[in-house]
């Protein structure tokens, strides 16, 4: 995959579109390519942004204008310069591949024509030596399951011709599993805390948790993916992803850890849609069992001018549902 297709492939997988092959493709392109992450970053900022946000009226002022900015972006960001193959370089190369396989084809048939006396000596193996100072012998993986290779560095050769290859190799898992049963919900746990490259896949990671977990589903979330959702909400800087952790932990029976990841968010969480989503969870469990700290929470909310109208507007139609 080239860094210019992956506008397109990351597009589609946010839309659900993007087959697995497509996914893997684009995940192992933005492992070892940075300018590609920060773009799939910002891709998935406006996607999530395009998503939380109402519909408003397009008058034909903010059309002009729209217009004109994104022309004069457009001509700012032209800074890669498209080179296109030369014309006769394919054909070239077909005839190449062509002409070697018509020859390696003919000393093949030679070979297996020709008897042998002898056994056919050993192919040499490349020794796997050490390649800078401090560097230890290391033995190459295993090639025949075709791994993919990410950050691959390179370095020249040293006073004694030795070189050096350097890089990650991803080996792929299968674990099928009840999401009752704890590795499951450890793996799942894990990826929602620290295993996703974008937001996008954190998302996907919150949402399998959704699915499997909670009132609706049947199982109980474990302590480890309540810790990783509650810290997603207090600490993920993309406000889609705190959104959908509120959403995920607000399916959740109510606890202690919960409460306060929620009266936090309602605090100071700068999405709006994340406090709206605290309001209610909060104000839900009050009614079964009324809370001070969450009463109080919900009192200065519906009278703070600072605040925005949607949330005061909810924290007020909470607080009139609580006996206290």
Not at 1 to 11: A, K, S
Not at 61 to 69: A, N, P, Q, V
Not at 106 to 124: D, E, G, H, I
Request: aromatic share 4%.
């Amino acid at each position: 995959m080239d860094c210019r297709d992956v506008t397109l492939h990351g597009i589609e997988r946010l839309a659900g579109e993007a087959d697995e092959a497509s996914r893997r493709e684009l995940a192992a392109h933005l492992a070892g390519c940075e300018d590609c992450r920060r773009e799939m970053a910002r891709l998935e900022d406006v996607w999530t942004t395009l998503g939380l946000d109402p519909d408003a009226e397009v008058t034909p002022e903010f059309r002009r204008r729209t217009l004109g900015l994104l022309e004069d972006e457009m001509m700012r960001g032209r800074v890669r310069a498209f080179r296109p193959r030369p014309a006769f370089a394919r054909p070239m190369l077909q005839a190449a591949a062509l002409f070697l396989a018509g020859g390696l084809g003919w000393v093949a048939a030679r070979t297996a024509a020709r008897p042998s006396s002898t056994p056919p000596a050993p192919s040499p193996v490349a020794a796997v030596t050490p390649t800078t100072a401090g560097v230890a012998p290391a033995a190459v993986p295993d090639l025949s399951g075709n791994p993919r290779f990410s950050n691959v560095s390179y370095h020249s050769a040293d006073k004694d011709g030795r070189v050096a290859i350097g890089f990650d190799v991803t080996t792929r898992h299968d674990v099928a599993g009840k999401p009752g049963d704890p590795e499951v919900a450890k793996l799942l746990a894990y990826l929602v805390a620290h295993n996703s490259e974008t937001a996008g896949e954190k998302s996907r990671a919150i949402e399998l948790v959704s699915e499997h977990y909670g009132a609706s589903a049947g199982a109980p979330a474990s302590p480890e993916i309540v810790a990783a959702l509650t810290t997603t909400l207090h600490k993920d800087g993309n406000p889609g992803v705190r959104k959908k952790a509120a959403d995920a932990l607000a399916t959740f029976a109510m606890t202690p850890e919960i409460r306060t990841a929620f009266l936090e968010a309602l605090k100071s969480d700068s999405n709006p849609a994340v406090p709206l989503v605290a309001v209610d969870a909060l104000a839900a469990a009050a009614k079964q069992s009324p809370d001070a700290s969450t009463i109080q929470s919900l009192r200065e909310k519906a009278v703070d001018p600072q605040e925005n109208g949607f949330v005061r507007a909810k924290a007020a139609s909470a607080l009139k549902g609580i006996s206290f």
